[in-house]
């Protein structure tokens, strides 16, 4: 059986997804108008929408349902 390579992160999951989500927001400047350039937005503000959630869910406010 082979054992998997694990490694730490050095950046946090937010982090990685709002860089994620810049890098294909200035792909997509590049794309011209199109379902290509539709898509690469959508995942850029997948990528933007989860950093956000992961930052939520990590704050110190959030309360467990009751």
Same mark, same amino acid.
């Given at each position: 059986?082979?054992?998997?390579?694990?490694?730490?992160?050095?950046? #946090?999951?937010?982090?990685?997804? $709002?860089?994620?989500? /810049?890098? =294909? *927001? %200035?792909?997509? #400047?590049?794309?011209?108008?199109? $379902?290509?350039?539709? /898509?690469? =937005? *959508? %995942?850029?503000?997948?990528?933007?929408t989860g950093s956000q959630m992961s930052e939520w869910l990590r704050s110190?406010?959030?309360?467990?349902?009751?």
């Amino acid at each position: 059986m082979t054992t998997r390579q694990r490694f730490k992160q050095r950046d #946090s999951l937010e982090i990685r997804l $709002a860089a994620e989500a /810049e890098r =294909l *927001r %200035k792909q997509a #400047s590049s794309l011209p108008p199109g $379902a290509m350039r539709d /898509e690469v =937005l *959508r %995942k850029a503000r997948q990528a933007e929408t989860g950093s956000q959630m992961s930052e939520w869910l990590r704050s110190p406010g959030l309360q467990p349902p009751d």
